[in-house]
């Protein structure tokens, strides 16, 4: 198995989409060779505890309602392509994504992290959940059977939020500057919401290549 690494945030709609892409692909290789890890990165690192208005949030991000429009066709056009339906008429709240990226990695200690990755993806972009609320984050585990509260007091406790934050820096340090971001084998990034095609590709060549070597 092959470890591929795929930093990302819960709240990125290119990262849903290149997750959509990847899983239909992994769907057609059910052989495939990775071992999937999901890393931080936060798209916005300074963003208040309690999160903002997602309207006002992005009016200022992309310099008024216009900018926002025009910013998100692409992200429409191309998730209505992979299947998706993303609601963002539902969406109210932009929230701070740290405790959502803490459940990730507590979730990779009980093999539960795509799971999870699933869940929260689903919660923001279909459902609309704020996803920087400690309920919801302690609902979503509970619906991939891990201890709704144990996550609850871990969330309160503050547990593994400045390891979050580290390798949050770590990844910037080391180039990662967008999301999604995948690293085949600690040598080889894939940067973007890659088509089905190119992954297809990607591992039938390292099938290949095992093959070759075999």
Avoid at 49 to 72: I, N
Avoid at 152 to 164: F, H, P, V, W, Y
Avoid at 200 to 214: M, P, R, S
Wanted: proline share 6%.
């Amino acid at each position: 198995m092959l470890k591929l690494y795929i930093f990302s945030d819960p709240v990125c709609p290119w990262c849903y989409i290149g997750k959509a892409r990847l899983d239909r692909a992994l769907e057609q290789r059910p052989n495939h060779p990775f071992d999937i890890e999901w890393h931080p990165f936060m798209l916005n690192p300074d963003m208040p505890a309690g999160g903002m208005d997602r309207r006002a949030y992005l009016e200022a991000k992309f310099g008024g309602k216009e900018g926002a429009v025009q910013a998100y066709m692409p992200v429409v056009r191309e998730a209505e392509a992979s299947g998706l339906n993303i609601n963002f008429d539902a969406i109210a709240h932009q929230p701070n994504t740290l405790d959502a990226h803490r459940l990730i990695h507590w979730a990779g200690l009980e093999q539960r992290q795509t799971a999870i990755v699933s869940r929260l993806f689903k919660a923001y972009f279909v459902e609309g959940r704020d996803i920087g609320d400690r309920g919801v984050l302690a609902d979503i585990a509970e619906g991939a059977e891990m201890d709704r509260e144990m996550i609850l007091r871990l969330l309160e406790s503050g547990a593994d939020a400045d390891d979050i934050r580290a390798r949050d820096i770590d990844a910037r340090e080391k180039g990662v500057n967008a999301v999604p971001t995948f690293v085949i084998a600690n040598q080889h990034v894939v940067p973007g919401a890659q088509p089905t095609d190119l992954w297809l590709k990607v591992i039938d060549e390292i099938a290949a290549q095992v093959q070759g070597t075999a």
